[in-house]
């Protein structure tokens, strides 16, 4: 009887460590989770030039879309550019050049 008795023990530790190991892995993968939703998408870029008063045609969306895909200071640096060719102001292209780049 001893021998059910303290096999039960081990179980319920060996449960009672498991269950601790898993809310630590996910603990601490929750900013990994979180990060994600809110990470910035080329429609940040968009929304954001749109909020300012701009017209977001195929070039304003094809410079976010590169700021977002090739995702280096590359990236944002050829959407600045092409954003400025077409009128953006220096402040509102460097911001939503940077909301692209963080996707």
Do not use: Q
Not at 27 to 47: I, N, Q, W
Not at 56 to 79: I, L, M, N, T, Y
């Amino acid at each position: 009887m001893r021998e059910k008795t303290r096999t039960k023990h081990r179980g319920g530790a060996l449960r009672r460590t498991a269950v601790a190991t898993s809310v630590a892995l996910m603990v601490g993968a929750l900013p990994v989770a979180l990060a994600t939703p809110a990470s910035a998408r080329p429609g940040d870029c968009t929304s954001y030039l749109k909020g300012n008063g701009y017209r977001v045609g195929p070039v304003v969306k094809r410079a976010c879309k590169v700021a977002w895909s090739v995702g280096s200071p590359v990236g944002e640096d050829v959407c600045y550019r092409d954003l400025d060719a077409v009128g953006v102001k220096h402040n509102h292209a460097s911001r939503a050049c940077h909301l692209g780049h963080l996707g």
